[in-house]
């Protein structure tokens, strides 16, 4: 609801009035100016010059700004019921017979690479580093990168498979990433939410998972991503399990 640029404008008076509105939303809704004079022990000209470097023209303006964004956040809470109702959908699709012909491709670039290289930014650079884990874990040689402007390796790439994660599938840094990788030999495996994105377009192969997209709260933090990840968890272990399985039977 603020922008964190403009907060850094405010003097120590006006910063008095930000705190107690960040600390008091629901509260706030239904003061008075004078109100919010009497609670910051500050004057009504402060708030309003207060609101004025926050972007707002006044205070009737920053009320209704505040209704708009308490409405969001109520929201976003029934989007996040309406996903529960998507992934109880999509782990039963994954225990279905019929989705090995999904996950067999996948699990065959697995057991074909000696290196699995994961790859994301933010929740699913997090991600990334999950299921490096897990699989190293199963004993297959993975890691994650952390860093997405590490340049790619120029040599032993064509027993490499990336995997990358990307709910938008369209991460600048990851498509960079993808180019270069594949530039040098290295299978791209993709797991995304969306099959016509950039990302799963440019893969060898791609699974995606078709959430709802959620977003945070707050418009000016634009790319904040709240769609929920449960899949993408789902996806990594049974990929791990499944290829685990499948070179132990091939031992056999």
């Given at each position: 609801?603020?922008d964190s640029?403009?907060?850094?404008?405010?003097?120590?008076?006006?910063l008095i009035?930000?705190?107690?509105?960040?600390?008091?939303?629901?509260?706030v809704?239904?003061m008075t100016?004078r109100?919010?004079?009497?609670?910051?022990h500050?004057?009504?000209?402060?708030?309003?010059?207060?609101?004025?470097?926050?972007?707002?023209?006044?205070?009737?303006e920053f009320?209704?700004?505040?209704?708009?964004?308490?409405s969001?956040q109520?929201q976003?809470?029934?989007a996040?019921?309406?996903?529960?109702?998507?992934?109880d959908?999509?782990?039963?699709?994954?225990?279905?017979?019929?989705?090995?012909?999904v996950?067999?491709?996948a699990?065959?670039?697995?057991?074909?690479?000696?290196?699995l290289?994961?790859?994301?930014?933010?929740t699913?650079?997090?991600?990334?580093?999950?299921?490096?884990?897990?699989?190293?874990?199963?004993?297959?040689?993975?890691?994650?990168?952390?860093?997405?402007f590490?340049?790619?390796?120029?040599?032993?790439?064509?027993?490499?498979?990336?995997?990358?994660?990307?709910?938008?599938?369209?991460?600048?840094e990851?498509?960079?990433?993808?180019e270069?990788?594949?530039r040098?030999?290295?299978?791209?495996?993709?797991?995304?939410?969306?099959?016509?994105?950039?990302i799963a377009?440019?893969?060898?192969?791609?699974?995606s998972?078709?959430?709802?997209?959620?977003?945070g709260?707050?418009?000016?933090?634009?790319?904040?991503n709240?769609?929920?990840?449960?899949?993408v968890?789902?996806?990594?272990e049974?990929?791990?399990?499944q290829?685990?399985?499948?070179e132990?039977?091939a031992?056999?």
């Amino acid at each position: 609801m603020f922008d964190s640029q403009k907060v850094k404008d405010l003097n120590e008076l006006e910063l008095i009035v930000y705190t107690f509105i960040v600390e008091n939303m629901e509260h706030v809704g239904g003061m008075t100016i004078r109100d919010l004079s009497d609670s910051c022990h500050v004057s009504t000209s402060t708030i309003l010059r207060c609101l004025t470097k926050l972007g707002y023209s006044g205070y009737t303006e920053f009320k209704y700004a505040l209704k708009e964004n308490l409405s969001r956040q109520g929201q976003s809470f029934e989007a996040f019921y309406d996903a529960n109702v998507h992934v109880d959908a999509f782990l039963k699709k994954v225990n279905n017979e019929s989705y090995h012909t999904v996950l067999d491709p996948a699990i065959d670039m697995i057991v074909g690479s000696k290196h699995l290289v994961f790859s994301g930014i933010g929740t699913s650079g997090t991600l990334g580093t999950y299921g490096a884990r897990y699989f190293s874990n199963m004993l297959f040689n993975a890691y994650a990168i952390t860093d997405p402007f590490v340049p790619a390796p120029t040599r032993g790439l064509e027993t490499t498979l990336l995997i990358a994660l990307s709910v938008s599938g369209e991460t600048t840094e990851i498509i960079k990433q993808i180019e270069n990788f594949k530039r040098y030999g290295a299978k791209i495996l993709s797991i995304t939410n969306d099959q016509h994105s950039t990302i799963a377009q440019m893969a060898d192969f791609n699974i995606s998972y078709y959430m709802p997209e959620i977003t945070g709260p707050d418009p000016a933090e634009e790319f904040i991503n709240l769609t929920t990840q449960v899949p993408v968890i789902a996806l990594l272990e049974i990929l791990a399990q499944q290829s685990y399985q499948r070179e132990n039977n091939a031992k056999d």
